[in-house]
C-alpha cells in the first residue's frame, strides 16, 4: 500500500505535523510505503478561473500543483492535515482544493468520482478554541466540513477524522498523547 502525507499548514513541527507523522507511522505500522509534502514547501498558485480544467482534466498553470496530484492518483491511502483558519482550512489549502477537479467530472447533478484511488483518507485538523466551544461556534468543525466537502466526492474511499480541540498553548502546539495515539490508530487501522 501507497500512502500520502499532505501537511497544508505552515508550521512543521506543530499540531498537524505531528498528528500526520502519528498517522503515517500507523500506516507503516501495515507496511505502507509512507510519503510526506507540505503544501506551503511548494510552489503552488491560486486558481484563475480559467475553467481549463473543466475539458483538459489538467490545470493550465505550470506549478507543483500537478505533482502533488499525480501523487494523489498513485496513492491507495491519503492523511491530509489543516488548521482551523476561521473556520476553515488555510489559505494553501483551499488554494490547492480550488484547482484540484481531476478527480471528478462536473455533472449536472454534481461532482462524479472518476478515480479509484485513493481508496483511504484520513483528515485532520486542530483548532486552538477549546472544546466545547470549538464545535459550538463552528471552527474546529467549519475547518473538518470543508476538507469533507473535498475529499467527499472519493465516494468509494473509506474516510475518517480526526479533531484535535484546545491546543491553546501556542508556541509548544503539543497534541496530547491521547490524540497522537488516536491518531497512530486511525492509521494502523483505517
Known amino acids: 500500500m501507497k500512502a500520502l502525507g499532505i501537511l497544508a499548514g505552515p508550521r512543521k513541527g506543530y499540531t498537524n505535523d505531528k498528528l500526520l507523522d502519528a498517522a503515517l507511522e500507523g500506516l507503516k505500522a501495515r507496511s505502507a510505503e509512507v510519503e510526506k509534502l507540505s503544501l506551503y514547501?511548494?510552489?503552488?498558485?491560486?486558481?484563475?478561473?480559467?475553467?481549463?480544467?473543466?475539458?483538459?482534466?489538467?490545470?493550465?498553470?505550470?506549478?507543483?500543483?500537478?505533482m502533488v496530484l499525480d501523487k494523489m492518483a498513485a496513492s491507495d491511502a491519503i492523511v491530509f492535515a489543516s488548521p482551523t483558519y476561521w473556520?476553515?482550512?488555510?489559505g494553501m489549502a483551499k488554494a490547492f482544493f480550488d484547482r484540484s477537479p481531476r478527480f471528478f467530472d462536473i455533472t449536472k447533478l454534481g461532482p462524479k468520482r472518476l478515480a479509484e484511488k485513493p481508496s483511504k483518507i484520513i483528515l485532520i485538523t486542530s483548532c486552538g478554541m477549546p472544546y466545547p466551544l470549538s464545535h459550538l461556534f463552528g471552527m474546529a468543525t467549519g475547518c473538518m466540513r470543508a476538507m469533507k466537502v473535498f475529499f467527499g466526492y472519493m465516494a468509494k474511499a473509506k474516510k475518517k477524522c480526526l479533531i484535535a480541540s484546545g491546543m491553546v498553548d501556542y508556541q509548544k502546539s503539543e497534541p496530547s498523547k491521547r490524540l497522537l495515539k488516536k491518531a497512530y490508530n486511525l492509521g494502523k487501522n483505517i
Do not use: A
Open 87 to 90: 473556520s476553515n482550512v488555510t
Open 41 to 66: 514547501g511548494l510552489d503552488i498558485k491560486h486558481c484563475t478561473g480559467c475553467n481549463m480544467c473543466e475539458k483538459t482534466r489538467k490545470c493550465v498553470i505550470d506549478d507543483d500543483h500537478q
